[in-house]
């Protein structure tokens, strides 16, 4: 028997007649579809049972209400005809009508359009609006009046509050089949391309332009549903150049935030078609193999070729595009994880994921969740078995499909220190395409800040906002780039359970808006919210993949906590997994699904398709390392700064260590006639030793403090050599200071011998590379280590070594030949060498009996060849003399020799983390 729904909205009503089973939501899958923001794509379901109904929230992002009480989702609730029920800015009524259903409506025909309301064939109307696009973020204005004044004014219909805005600056007059635009005399007119404008009908699609700064789209087309795949017009490339890239002027337009302005050129010569990359950031691709700039590759139809998150079709005259970033699906075959001869830790494991859901990964500890999310996300590869997106092998074709995907760990991916706009800002810069302008990125920062109900916290540091506000700022840098395909490692992990369905919630919007989202977690409150749900039992075994409703019914538990518990205390995890492949749910949702994308079964087994050689190189990029470098400099210096008390230590640092002279040693040790050879050599010897420890002490932790954010961005888009060239130009700065600092002291409280410009710089030259050095060794340390923990106790060994075999404590002539050789290769050694000789402190002229030219520090006050200048000197050779006699250079090319291969090593244990 059919049911009678009434829809009331904004002081409208309708009456619509379904069948005894309705879907009800955004999408045009449904019996009735309703069209608002905060609705989800399947929102609710309608079922007539005998005299009453049925209503049950699908998982909706934003629920169902029933008499002023929102329903647990999948949870059906009894209603009677007259009942009230409320979706979105939509109330709903229930009546037990006895009508035939309503004909399906004809594809021309548009029904209940006014309310936004139709039936699952319906034409939505077209939508008359306007995307205006400024510094100030993106917004949408629909079209509705007969006439329409855009301006400054706030008298304006539209108020566009720019300076390159007019007061009044243009007009929009409805005429049949759509508006024209008229400039009211404004004074920077408006562009249509290149060419200015006065009166223009405008098409769906027109891009105008107000003075390089306002960018405002035209669009006149019915709101594309998610669910399938946007089809471009076919474009005429029978002949000549056509440009594909992210400027309106275009010939094939794709307004994605991965693909550059003039992304990639198809040239057609003498029937012979061929495409060639233009400088890109993330590549152009054909059949998985890149296209570099300068070498154009031939094309031919039935070649795949894909730009940032558009396949583009080439038939034998036209080029057909497909934006995919709203219409991933992915298929698992037969993944296997395997460590060794004896550890599996995937079993055989097959599902598939269809475009848009939301996929929660669930079990106990050893179950592998981690296992299979990496091995989803070709981060951690699996070592058996494939991954399909939209039928394209994931692990060979990994560098077309980077851009589509997103990956939030459980740890944040962002600097707390920064605030969010900031921290959101430098991810923009490093993600996006080169070409990408500060606006263009400003309001795609906007965008997201907006979309994640972040806009308010904008200037808060991130390490200032709960849990829950933290996973946003983490999601919204993974959103910049419009991923259609997101995965989370743990993101509802130490929430609390307000936060966790806030959370929830918001995922499930960002699956109703375009994003296939794959979600592990150990909390279930919320899983009703999910499209699917995949439960594994310890050891990678796939005990259910299929509804979460359906899961309680499969398990015979009434909450899914009885479900980890019967994983956990009954039968073995091979006999679940056998179990679940023999029931009618397997064959529902795993076997049909993977049949349907064309993998063919072998009893419960799914059959790989036959692979082929991974053409492409995974770390093929066109971001500029200069540009990188530069970027990361500037957040790591801003993060400094932002912690004053750090920063405050980095400066007073130094400064404290060098007044350490002025308590310790008087200022005429150096000299002839008062020094002391002894104590010389020591303040030379501590001269050398703390720069070092300066540097090693302030970036022992810069590395291993941020490795899950090294470790994200360096799979997004991060080169090793801008990465470490902005800690050491940083460092290098921040070097110059220190040494600055404790120079300046030495030179205000010692008395050097015949001072000279040059011999004061190679001073300062020498402690600025002590610093450098021990820099350099603090980040091989960091690199080296898992935890800070490890970082400061192995920085303690390496700073002992420098203190034993630096000739300062030890004669290097003393210990034995390992330590002897150990210690040429020690940077305190070449830096103590060095300042030696650059303070004027020689052996020259001296030798046993023959003292009387001898100039070391307070040999003035023995009488020559005196038994106790005797003494001093044997005293002072015996134990310094390796270290007098070097040449300062040669001790800056030694320290810079070793500091050049330390950085070596460093980027090789960077190289070692990547898992791709």
């Not at 304006?156 to 008229?182: A, C």
């Not at 154009?296 to 036209?318: H, K, Q, T, Y």
């Not at 650059?838 to 046993?848: E, H, I, Q, R, T």
Request: hydrophobic share 40%.
């Amino acid at each position: 028997m059919p049911i009678t729904v009434v829809v009331r909205t904004a002081g409208t009503e309708q009456e619509f007649t379904l069948e005894d089973s309705a879907g009800i939501g955004r999408s045009v899958e449904n019996d009735l579809v309703l069209e608002a923001p905060n609705i989800s794509r399947k929102h609710a379901r309608l079922l007539r049972t005998d005299g009453a109904f049925e209503l049950t929230d699908l998982g909706s992002a934003n629920g169902t209400v029933v008499n002023g009480q929102e329903i647990d989702p999948r949870s059906p609730v009894r209603l009677v005809p007259g009942s009230r029920f409320n979706i979105g800015p939509y109330e709903l009524e229930v009546r037990g009508g006895t009508a035939t259903p309503s004909p399906r409506p004809q594809a021309n025909q548009a029904v209940g359009v006014a309310a936004g309301v139709g039936l699952e064939t319906a034409v939505l109307a077209r939508e008359p609006r306007l995307i205006i696009a400024t510094k100030s973020g993106r917004e949408e204005f629909p079209l509705r009046a007969q006439e329409i004044l855009v301006g400054r004014a706030p008298t304006s219909d539209l108020v566009i509050d720019q300076d390159v805005v007019s007061r009044r600056h243009f007009s929009l007059q409805r005429v049949p089949g759509g508006y024209e635009i008229q400039d009211l005399g404004s004074r920077n007119g408006v562009r249509l391309g290149q060419e200015p404008i006065t009166r223009h009908f405008l098409q769906d699609g027109d891009t105008l332009d107000i003075g390089g700064e306002v960018s405002i789209e035209y669009l006149d087309r019915p709101r594309e549903m998610p669910g399938q795949a946007p089809q471009g017009a076919k474009i005429d490339a029978t002949a000549g150049e056509l440009i594909i890239g992210r400027a309106p002027a275009c010939g094939i337009h794709l307004d994605h935030p991965t693909v550059s302005l003039r992304h990639a050129r198809v040239l057609t010569t003498n029937g012979v078609r061929t495409i060639e990359d233009l400088g890109s950031t993330n590549g152009t691709y054909v059949n998985g193999q890149r296209v570099y700039p300068g070498h154009p590759l031939r094309i031919n139809p039935g070649d795949e070729v894909r730009v940032g998150p558009v396949l583009l079709l080439l038939s034998g005259e036209a080029i057909e595009h497909r934006d995919e970033s709203t219409h991933i699906a992915l298929d698992a075959v037969s993944l296997r994880q395997q460590v060794n001869d004896r550890v599996n830790l995937l079993q055989e494991i097959s599902f598939s994921i269809r475009p848009q859901e939301f996929v929660a990964v669930v079990g106990g500890s050893g179950a592998g969740k981690s296992t299979l999310l990496g091995a989803l996300s070709g981060l951690w590869p699996a070592t058996g078995g494939v991954i399909l997106l939209n039928g394209t092998p994931l692990y060979e074709n990994f560098p077309a499909f980077r851009a589509h995907l997103g990956y939030v760990p459980q740890d944040d991916i962002l600097h707390k220190e920064l605030p969010v706009q900031r921290a959101l800002e430098y991810a923009a810069q490093l993600r996006l395409p080169d070409d990408t302008s500060a606006a263009e990125r400003t309001a795609r920062v906007e965008e997201v800040m907006k979309t994640l109900g972040l806009d308010h916290r904008r200037d808060v540091p991130i390490a200032r906002l709960s849990g829950g506000q933290r996973k946003r700022v983490s999601i919204g840098a993974e959103l910049l780039t419009k991923p259609g395909l997101f995965f989370l490692d743990e993101a509802t992990s130490g929430l609390d359970p307000g936060t966790e369905s806030q959370l929830m919630r918001l995922l499930r919007g960002l699956a109703d808006d375009g994003h296939t989202i794959v979600l592990i977690t150990h909390a279930t409150k919320n899983v009703m919210l999910c499209d699917q749900v995949a439960f594994l039992a310890r050891g990678g075994y796939l005990a259910y993949y299929g509804p979460p409703d359906k899961a309680l019914e499969y398990f015979g538990v009434s909450d899914f906590d009885g479900i980890y518990e019967r994983l956990e205390g009954e039968s073995t995890p091979e006999q679940w997994a056998a179990e679940y492949a023999r029931s009618g749910l397997w064959g529902e949702f795993v076997r049909d699904r993977l049949v349907g994308d064309g993998i063919e079964m072998v009893g419960t087994r799914a059959t790989p398709p036959p692979s082929r050689p991974a053409p492409a190189t995974l770390r093929s990029r066109s971001t500029s390392p200069v540009k990188q470098t530069l970027i990361l400099s500037k957040r790591y210096f801003d993060i400094i700064r932002r912690d004053r008390v750090n920063l405050a230590l980095m400066f007073l640092l130094a400064p404290l260590i060098g007044a350490i002279d002025l308590v310790a040693f008087k200022g005429n040790i150096l000299t002839y006639q008062n020094g002391n050879p002894g104590d010389a050599m020591t303040t030379l010897f501590l001269a050398a030793l703390f720069p070092f420890l300066v540097g090693a002490l302030s970036s022992v932790r810069e590395i291993v403090k941020e490795a899950p954010i090294y470790q994200r961005e360096r799979t997004v888009s991060l080169g090793i050599v801008p990465y470490i060239g902005s800690k050491l130009l940083v460092a290098f700065l921040f070097a110059l200071y220190h040494a600055a600092a404790m120079f300046a002291i030495k030179a205000l409280h010692f008395e050097f011998r015949d001072p000279t410009a040059l011999s004061m710089f190679q001073i300062y030259g020498t402690i600025v590379l002590a610093v450098m050095s021990g820099v350099v060794w603090g980040l091989v340390i960091s690199a080296l280590t898992s935890r800070e923990e490890q970082a400061m106790m192995l920085a303690i060994g390496i700073i002992v070594v420098q203190v034993v075999f630096s000739g300062g404590m030890v004669s290097l002539g003393d210990i034995p030949v390992v330590g002897e050789q150990l210690g040429w290769v020690t940077n305190t050694h070449w830096t103590f060498r060095g300042l030696t000789t650059a303070a004027g402190l020689n052996l020259d002229g001296c030798s046993v009996g023959d003292l009387a030219n001898c100039q070391l520090p307070g040999f003035g006050q023995f009488q020559p060849n005196s038994g106790e200048a005797n003494l001093a000197f044997s005293s002072t050779e015996a134990k310094f003399g390796l270290i007098f006699g070097a040449n300062v250079w040669v001790c800056w090319a030694a320290t810079s020799t070793i500091m050049a291969v330390l950085t070596g090593v460093l980027w090789c244990l960077q190289k070692r983390k990547d898992t791709l």
